[in-house]
Each structure stands twice: as structure tokens, then as C-alpha cells.
DNA sequence: TGTTGTTCTGTGTGCGTACACACAAAAATA
DNA sequence: TATTTTTGTGTGTACGCACACAGAACAACA
């Protein structure tokens, strides 16, 4: 039962360590014969390689850039950092070493200045959020020219590069669907339904967009409603979203469900409130501190968590199973799409801190 | 920004290793004033130990038991050993093994039988998925006088030894509030509520309660309709299942949510679409094939989500952390209650199988 | 037969830590 | 003072692996 190690296979196979390594490592320089007997003794005797010696004895430190948007208060991209720098704790031992590089999300451009920054800074990896879809496209293509391997996390612009580690995120598509069904179950009868996208600009292609069709597709499945849809652009004034509330609910008197496609949807929640209609349904996105309130004081309201905290914690995982577990992934992948209510989701805030793996916080003693 | 090394702690204290590692380890023997040096420079230098090297260097393996019922088929426990087997990989190459160890939990005195067993094998430490109370508060008062830490998962005692590292598992009682929010929400009108024990046995103290009460107390507060509680022993027969269902819908014209604090719901579902009354709300518990293939067929089915994976996952991660990262954690650990319906199911199956962690499946290459 | 080149293989060292051991210095005893 | 005991400190080795380097074996040439 004791763990075999490469001295045991080089016994087994009549040679030394060192041409096991070579086997290992398709380093070459093998007789045919000698290469055939080593994976022999490996496959016989189940070696699997010890990975904290393997750490310890490779000196080369992986680098890599992480890629976000500039927004340091907002707390959906909190959450993604607090996700990387569980991950980067819990890898910190192992060969991997990372620096955040942020931009500004705001301004055109600003992505495309990191370049020679991202590519001159020695990194061997990219680990990035390309919710600028042209300019990140960019930037992936010349990854692939450079040979940097680069995962997405967050927004997917389908890039298809030898280098692509694929992308950690959201489906957003059936996240829509899924608002549809809480929306179907709790309103009963067909009535109105209302779409609002709370941002200032909704681009092609774009999540908003997608979250949209999953849920009018779910109901030309189920009951074909009405369902109506508006954008608010200025989402800074209160009072703006306010009108546009009151305009929706003048004009659709049997509107009976709201779908926020952004994290905003506790703006509307404290407004229907002062209107007292909440009888309305809800459904909106994310855990930010706000909407977590709202589900306090308002009953028939869902929150889709998007796992942002997961997402960059998968996402950094994803480079070092890459280079440290040779171990290479390039496929999506969706993470749980989770339903929050007043009752469950302190459990949902409490993961978030908690799920500290292979983490040494202790100094001494 | 190089990492800290003991021998940098050793140069800036002005001692040898030696001396730096009795002091990280209060081994003793250490002068006063030494100590006091080796300390600041510890902390001035931020010392944090190298995971890797130190399981590497310390022989000591950890060895600890793993205590679950024998019931190899259920889907249930089969997700327990998987989310243990994956923290087992996961820290294999950390200085941790483990032995599964099963009794039948449907016989009395079996889990006590395993004493001799446990105590005299060598073990380090115990995971116990305590089951059976009061022969379990017996393993674990032994474990107390025997200085053999132990963690619980799934089921918890409320057992405060010295030893006892806390435990890891569901809030059955806030699943029933959960599970009231949910039919609240599907319901609408104030109508009649059935829950379902279904289950041979339902002990005092048990799960099914905490979770009937949770339901009781929700609607306590909102609405406050008629709600009946029943219990079907005998769940080997479909037939019996079926009257008892037709007899409630007789009784209750009214009736239009279902909630089964088992993992039995699917048989419900498949009853009411045969009797054509799925217009009733369901809510039920668990992920186990059956279920997950009742969401396909019945609209109006939640089912809630244990975890019981992360149960064994981060159960197995506590011993790992309190015996390689001497970090113990004695505190009480709920997962997230997740609300599954067919929207979101596939993720969560995703996720199961996804997890793992600092795992190294690759052969050779 | 000697020389050069090519292909293959074994040995040695170091990664950062834990721990055993040897030994020096100081204190307690004779 | 001589001897034992206690207390404090440094050195050396091992853990399993990666990788550099030396060198053996063999063939191909002059």
C-alpha cells in the first residue's frame, strides 16, 4: 500500500531513475526497449506522481496576469478577486504567481494599452475577464501568436485558440430560462411580464441580450404571456427608474412579473415597495449587499447568483492544472446557477468566505 | 518578493534552523531571548510555511477512519464517498489517509460494534456520519477519553467533547422554511398544505421533524393555511404510496402543495401525473436519479439539494486542515440549501463530478 | 587501431522542511 | 575543583522529484 515512487518503477523496469524521469517527461534520448518496460512498471504499479515533490523540485515559478476591470467598489468584481486570491492561497505553494492588472472598463481603449505591458512582463499565462469584446479579442489573438495560454472568466467571446483554456462563467441564456420558470410558477394565471435591462448600453451579442431570450423562449413553451421589454439607461437617478416603474405599471395594469437582467433589480424592489405592489414578482442577479437587503423586506423575490467568486477561483485553478498537473482543460464551464431567497441565502454568503482549501494562515506555533 | 524561507528567518534572527524550528513548532529548549528574535523576524518577514516541503518532509501520516452506513446502492451516501474520495485525492500527496469503514445502519447495535475496530486500528482521527444517536454518542465519548479528534457530517449530536471538530452538513430545519417559501411562492391563495415522512422510522429528534417544524413555523408567519402532516411507513409499495395520496385528495379538495422531507418525492410525482393533478406544488429533497428525472415531466417540482458531496468533501478538509495546516475549525458548517428545478439541474450535476481539486489523474507524459 | 560522433544511461545535487543527533555552555550537584 | 545534569544550539540527513552533467556503449569513420 505504500506509494510508489519513481525509484520503485526504475526497480521494477531494471534501470535508473533518471530514464524514468526521461519517460515521464517525453524528454527523450530513451531506448525503445527501456521506454517500453518503464511504462510498463508504471501502469502495473499505478505511479502516480507526488505532487508536493514535484513543487518543491521544479524551480520554475508560473506567472500569470489576471485581467479585470478597474472597478474596485463594485462587489460583484469583489467577489471575483476574493475567489482568484483563494485560489492563488491555496496554490501559492505550488509553483504558481500572480498579478492582477486592472483597466478601466469605462473608456474605449483601455484594454488595448495593456498590451505590451501583458506581453513584455514575462508571464506565462492569462487569466482574463473580456467583457470588451473587440479589444480582448485582440489581445486572445496575439496569445495565440505568442504561445501564452489564456483562460476567460466571466464574459466568453468564443475564442478558439490553440491556446484557449476555455471559459469559467455564467450561462446566461439559461439563467433567463430559469427566471422564467420562478416567474411561471409564482405568477399562476398568463398575465404581463416585464424585461428590464438596467444599464446604460446593451451591445450585440451581449449577456443582457441572452438572458432576454432565454426567458421569451421559455415562455413560448409555457403559456405565451405578454412580455415587455425596456431598457433604463440612466440607472444614477432614482427618480428616473421610478417614472419608468410607474409608466410600465400604468400602461400594464396586469403586469405581474419583473426580470432585471443586471444586479439593479433592488432599485425596483424598494420602489414597489413605496408603491405597495408587491404582489409583483421579481427576479434579478447577483448577491450584492443592496439586493440582499431587498430580499428582507420583500417576499416574492428571487436573486440568480452567478458564483462570481467561483468563477475566478475555477478560472485560476483551470492554469494550475495546466501547468502543474499537465493536466489541460479547454472545454466551458457553467457553474451552478443558484436560486436565493430570504431563507437561504446566508448559507450562499457564508461559502464565500469558507471555502478555503489547502490554505496556511497560521505564522507559527 | 522571494518567498520566505526558514533560513532566511534563521540569517535575520541571527540563529541556525534549528533553533527557528523549535521555536515554530514549541518543541522547548529554546532561550528566552532567542525565541523573542526568532519570533519578530517571523513576523517582520512574514513567514509562511511551504505546504508542499513540509508534507514532504514530515513522515507522519495521518491516519483517519471514515464511519458511514453500508448502503452501497444509495445514491445518497454514494455522493458522500464521492465528495470524500475527492478531498482524499486531493491531499493524498499531503500526508492523509483514510479507511472507509461501514456498519448497517438498519440494526441496531452494528455502529457500536465497530469500537474495537476503531480504537485499536490506529486511527488519527474519525469522520462519522453519526446516524444512529445514541451509539454514536458513545463512539464519540470514547474518542474523548482516547484524545482522537473527530468530525460529523450529515448528522450532528450536538456532542461538545474537547476533541470534536464541529460538523458538517444541512439546516434541516431551515430547509423547511425553505421548502415553505417555495410553496408559499407557488401557491398564491391560501389553500391546504400536506407533508409527507416518508420513511419507516421517524425518531424523535430527527431531520424530518426539524424539517416540518421548519415549514410550520414559516407559514406561522405567512398565510398561516391548514396544513397536514402524514406519514408513510411503508415505502416498498407503490400501491400503499398511491392511497394514501388519493385518500389526502379526498379528504383535502383543497389540497395543493406537497412537501416530502425525504428523498422520496419522485413517486409522488409520478402518482399525481397518473392521477392528472399536477397542478399541485411539490417540494422535495435530493438529487438521486429518480428525482432529477421527475423534473423533467412535473412543472411545479423544486427539489432541495443537500450537498451531501461537500458534506464528505469538507469534512475530510477539516482533519486535513487541523493535522497539516494545525488550523482547527470546531464550529458548526451548513451548506447551501440549493433550489433545483430542471432549469438549473445540469449544473449541479456538473459540479459534482467536477471538483476535484489539487488532483493529479495523469500517469505519465 | 584510434578517433570522432551519436545515442543512451546513471549519478549527484538541490528544493524547504522536520527531526534526530551531537555537542557546547551553563547550572547544579558532589 | 571535578563531575553530572540541565539547557540551549548547530549540523546533517531524508522526503520524492526535476534537472544538469558525466560518462558508457556503440557505430561510423579515417
Redesign the interface.
Known amino acids: 500500500m505504500a506509494k510508489t515512487r519513481i525509484k520503485d518503477i526504475a526497480l521494477a523496469a531494471g534501470v535508473s531513475v533518471g530514464t524514468v524521469d526521461r ?2 517527461h ?1 524528454r527523450g534520448r530513451v531506448a525503445k526497449e527501456a521506454e517500453e518496460k518503464v ?1 510498463k512498471a ?2 502495473l504499479l499505478n ?7 514535484r ?2 523540485a521544479r524551480q520554475t515559478v508560473h506567472k500569470i496576469a489576471i485581467v479585470l476591470p478597474s472597478q474596485e467598489e463594485d462587489e460583484f468584481w469583489m467577489a471575483q478577486r476574493h475567489g482568484i486570491r483563494r485560489a492563488l492561497d ?1 496554490t501559492k ?2 509553483g504558481l504567481s500572480a498579478e492582477i492588472i486592472t483597466f478601466d472598463d469605462q473608456k474605449k481603449g483601455e484594454l488595448l494599452k495593456l498590451s505590451a505591458r501583458l506581453f513584455e512582463g514575462g508571464y506565462d499565462a492569462l487569466l482574463i475577464a473580456p467583457n470588451i469584446k473587440g479589444e480582448a479579442r485582440t489581445l486572445l489573438d496575439q496569445c495565440n501568436k505568442l504561445n501564452m495560454p489564456y483562460v476567460q472568466i466571466n464574459s466568453n467571446i468564443d475564442h478558439k485558440g490553440a491556446n484557449s483554456l476555455g471559459f469559467v462563467g455564467q ?1 446566461s441564456y ?1 439563467s433567463g ?2 427566471a ?3 416567474l ?3 405568477l ?1 394565471a398568463p398575465v404581463t411580464i416585464g424585461i428590464l435591462h438596467m444599464e446604460t448600453e446593451v451591445e450585440e451579442g451581449s449577456h443582457l441580450l441572452a438572458k432576454e431570450a432565454g426567458l421569451k423562449d ?1 415562455f413560448k413553451k ?1 403559456g405565451d404571456p405578454r412580455i415587455v421589454v425596456t431598457q433604463i439607461v440612466d440607472i444614477s437617478h432614482k427618480s428616473v427608474i421610478r417614472s419608468v416603474i410607474e409608466e410600465l405599471l400604468h400602461d400594464y395594469p396586469d403586469l405581474m412579473g419583473l426580470f432585471v437582467t443586471t444586479s439593479r433589480i433592488h432599485h425596483i424592489a424598494e420602489i414597489l415597495k413605496d408603491l405597495d405592489k408587491m404582489e409583483i ?1 421579481l427576479v434579478g442577479f447577483d448577491l450584492v449587499q443592496k439586493n440582499i437587503d431587498a430580499l428582507g423586506f420583500y ?2 423575490l428571487f436573486l440568480i447568483n452567478q458564483n462570481p467568486s467561483l468563477q475566478g477561483y475555477y478560472g485560476v ?1 483551470r492554469l ?1 492544472d495546466h501547468f502543474l ?3 489541460t482543460i479547454r472545454s466551458t ?7 436565493i ?4 441565502v ?3 454568503l ?2 464565500q468566505d ?1 471555502d478555503n ?9
Open positions: 519517460v515521464i517525453n511504462k508504471i501502469e505511479y502516480k506522481p507526488n505532487l508536493a515533490a513543487s518543491l491555496a505553494d505550488f450561462d439559461r430560462q430559469l422564467g420558470k420562478l411561471d410558477i409564482a399562476g421559455y409555457h414578482s417576499k416574492r485553478m494550475f498537473k499537465h493536466k464551464k457553467y457553474l451552478p446557477l443558484g436560486i431567497t430570504l431563507e437561504n446566508s448559507n450562499y457564508h461559502i469558507r482549501i489547502l490554505q496556511d494562515n497560521r505564522t507559527y506555533g
